[in-house]
């Protein structure tokens, strides 16, 4: 069991540092071509066809997430567990191949747009990855556990709990959007909102870790 699921944790990563290459490369051009002189606000206003065309990708990147979770494990758990391990490596080597390819970020507290659906999320590089640990972390619990032959039944209210983790986070990433959509710099980062919805998702999957053993 240990060999397979080192195995899976191997291939896991080279590909999604393969499709971090691709992802960030995209993002190369696009600051080539709307930012000559570095990437920073306020946002450059793109045409509609490539507003478009990058919200198809930000999509086509989730489902490319999701069904390699669907294909990673045996069970549902397992495969939500291959998602969060697929999504976690993907964000954070999308910013090691930034760095590598233009030397951006400056730093953890430099802002970015994250995302484009259903409307721009900004913050500061930082707290995209410190989701992307969680993620990372609770991922491989779950591989672990399951490759072990000691399966897991998540009860409904932790799902409950923890998407309403997510939601929490997700507002601090929005609670800017109609000032950057206006064209204006971002207000300091809510990390109080952020900071309840990670500690609180996190808080309660590690005591729920616990209660397992």
């Known amino acids: 069991m ?31 071509l709307y930012y000559p002189q570095g990437f920073d606000f306020p946002l450059v ?9 990058e919200l198809g990708r930000e999509a086509a990147t989730i489902v490319m997430l999701a069904t390699f979770g669907l294909l990673f494990g045996r069970s549902r758990i397992e495969r939500f567990a291959g998602f969060m391990l697929a999504f976690g490596l993907w964000d954070i080597f999308y910013y090691v191949w930034l760095k590598i390819f233009i030397g951006w970020p400056e730093s953890l507290l430099t802002w970015d747009l994250l995302f484009l659906i259903p409307a721009p999320w900004v913050g500061p590089v930082l707290a995209p990855v410190l ?4 993620l990372i972390g609770a991922g491989m619990w779950i591989v672990i556990r399951e490759d072990q032959g000691r399966p897991i039944r998540v009860p409904a209210w932790i799902w409950t709990a923890e998407i309403a983790a997510g939601v929490i986070i997700i507002v601090s990433f929005l609670w800017d959007v109609r ?8 207000h300091p980062f809510r990390w109080d909102i ?20």
């Open 2 to 32: 240990l060999a397979m699921t080192q195995f899976k944790l191997l291939w896991t990563f080279l590909f999604c540092v393969a499709m971090a290459y691709l992802e960030s490369a995209v993002v190369v051009y696009l600051r080539m």
């Open 45 to 53: 206003a793109a045409s509609t066809p490539v507003i478009l065309i």
């Open 131 to 134: 989701v992307s640990l969680a």
């Open 179 to 186: 000032h950057i959509i206006a064209g204006g710099l971002p």
């Open 194 to 213: 952020f900071l309840a919805g990670l500690l609180g998702g996190a808080g309660l999957f590690a005591w729920w870790v616990v209660k397992k053993g």
